[in-house]
């Protein structure tokens, strides 16, 4: 079955942290190797080395984008994979406490509990508190990974990176630094945002790439482990055959994303601003999740991030509200897929746990058009309204 077209009058896509459109550079880079070009970089015949330069032309790109050498760039698949290629690789390597943000996607806070690491504390805006992080050094001066994303998947923060790899250096020199800039990628300069850390995660279908592919940078000198064995690919470090398709899209899409990214930041900041004023004007008691003192100030958010708590309704209930009047959004996450799971973001940034209060992400993306906003503005304070009148749930408001 084919999808909802992107860019269709439909509905109003507002989650694209979620995923975004493939970009059209990346469509058209990558379709020719779902088609007539195809080949196993590994092997050694002329149509294994067309899909081998293929991919060495990829990688060059992309090192180039995120400030690496192209024998520093581990493809992947996708951002959960390099994210738990990191912290088990290197726990892997080199046993030892590992330490991690409050905030972590669950692709680095998952594989970090289960290593027995600790979690450090964010401030009310969503931002690594840096005492916090020296403390927890100190108290672990043989630490062997740090985990810090650029910026957070949910409220949008972008976390004081190069500040929390200088308290490593200084505090736990053995330590290695990870930053998942998943997210980052999509608005920030990589290269700058990342450039203190030793191993940087990143995802295509985040930043108008395919989905499925992603890079693990591996700074020369980092120790890590590989967890995938098999064929020796990507230097050991990560086997399987290569998804020379996927590969191709991503570098596309990142070069595009590069070429684009201060234009595309602007353009839809002043969107997102637009919206937030407008929603946080008609809706009563609303408020911006990481904007605790309710001012205008969004430096610390990445421009396609809008994060609201909205008393008196379920994040449910409004989905699908917004849902049926053709708004695409998501809860990210008061409750993480339907499940009554508060987030772990909301709850390190100090937001109460209160079941009446509704988290809703709109985010927002390339494709981004003023209509998308005046839809939202349309729908959302009368959703609000009507669950509000209805008691604060679905059920409430279909009876
Ligand atoms: N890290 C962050 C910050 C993310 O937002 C995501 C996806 O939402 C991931 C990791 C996982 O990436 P992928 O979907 O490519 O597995």
């Excluded at 988290?359 to 609000?384: F, Q």
């Amino acid at each position: 079955m084919a999808g909802v077209p992107a860019g269709s009058d439909a509905f109003a896509y507002l989650d694209h942290a979620a995923t975004t459109p493939l970009r059209p550079e990346a469509r058209a880079a990558l379709l020719p190797w779902l088609g007539e070009s195809f080949g196993n970089p590994s092997g050694a015949h002329p149509v294994a080395r067309a899909a081998r330069k293929a991919i060495d032309e990829a990688r060059d790109a992309i090192a180039a984008v995120l400030g690496c050498a192209p024998n520093e760039v581990v493809f992947t698949g996708g951002g959960t994979e390099a994210d738990n290629l990191a912290v088990r690789g290197v726990a892997a390597a080199r046993p030892g406490p590992v330490l991690c943000s409050a905030v972590e996607h669950h692709a680095v806070l998952h594989p970090v509990e289960h290593l027995g690491g600790k979690t450090v504390a964010v401030d009310r805006r969503g931002r690594l508190d840096l005492d916090a992080l020296a403390d927890a050094l100190d108290a672990h001066p043989d630490a062997t990974l740090v985990s810090v994303m650029g910026a957070n998947n949910e409220v949008g923060t972008v976390q004081p990176v190069a500040a929390a790899a200088g308290l490593v250096r200084e505090r736990a020199p053995g330590a290695v630094v990870h930053c998942d800039a998943v997210q980052a990628a999509a608005w920030l300069d990589p290269a700058e945002l990342t450039a203190g850390a030793d191993l940087v995660s990143v995802s295509a279908h985040k930043f108008g790439g395919p989905q499925g592919v992603g890079v693990l940078v591996v700074r020369r000198g980092t120790p890590l482990q590989a967890q995938l064995l098999g064929g020796g690919q990507e230097r050991e470090l990560r086997s399987g055959t290569h998804n020379v398709a996927g590969i191709v899209g991503m570098a596309a899409a990142l070069v595009a994303k590069a070429e684009h990214r201060a234009g595309e930041a602007a353009r839809v900041g002043a969107l997102r601003d637009r919206l937030a004023a407008g929603l946080l004007g008609a809706i009563d008691g609303a408020f911006e999740t990481a904007v605790p003192d309710g001012g205008a100030d969004r430096s610390h958010i990445l421009p396609g991030t809008l994060h609201l708590g909205i008393p008196g309704v379920e994040s449910e209930a409004l989905l699908f509200l917004l849902d049926e009047a053709g708004v695409c959004a998501s809860a990210a996450s008061a409750c993480a897929s339907g499940a009554q799971e508060a987030s772990h973001v909301l709850a390190a940034m100090g937001v109460p746990a209160d079941p009446d209060l509704g988290a809703l992400r709109l985010s927002l993306g390339w494709t981004s058009t003023p209509a998308d906003v005046d839809r939202v503005l349309d729908v959302l304070p009368a959703a609000v309204a009507r669950l509000r009148d209805a008691g604060g749930t679905s059920a409430g408001a279909q009876a």
